[in-house]
């Protein structure tokens, strides 16, 4: 599992853990596991942390591992990240052996395939509200 983004400029220097970078770390690391769960938006996309200016060279783990031959990812996303989902995809890697289903984000889809007003019940209200919200 990967929590936060990876300081990648000036060959991560910006981030250390008793003497070592954290991309040194997780090069080493990473190649080694079964799977990654990147836990959170800052290792599955970057967060905050890779936003303009990024001076530490943030990136995600799949962009701060390029070029490293690293097992299957998939991205927990959420600023904090849902536990449901969490919980979720370690479930079904434990039971079935495998990883859920993602999508093109390496999202499990059992968590992020619908949007939530999809299953609002007050969602037949909403899209009525809608134009007339934007109208004004």
């Known amino acids: 599992m990967v929590e936060g983004a990876i300081p990648t400029k000036d060959n991560g220097i910006y981030g250390m853990i008793n003497g070592k970078t954290m991309l040194s770390i997780a090069r080493e690391i990473c190649p080694k596991a079964k799977c990654i769960i990147a836990i959170g938006t800052c ?9 303009a200016p990024n001076p530490t ?33 370690i479930a079904e890697y434990l039971l079935k052996g495998k990883l859920p289903e993602t999508d093109k984000y390496y ?6 395939e619908e949007y939530i007003h999809e299953t609002c019940p007050f969602n037949q209200y909403w899209e009525f509200a809608v134009p007339d919200a934007i109208e004004r």
């Open 107 to 112: 999202r499990p889809l059992f968590a992020y």
């Open 43 to 51: 290792s599955a996309f970057g967060g905050i942390a890779a936003a």
């Open 57 to 89: 060279g943030a990136k995600n783990v799949i962009a701060a591992l390029k070029g490293v031959d690293i097992p299957p990812v998939i991205n927990v996303s959420g600023c904090p990240p849902n536990p449901v989902t969490f919980v979720g995809v």
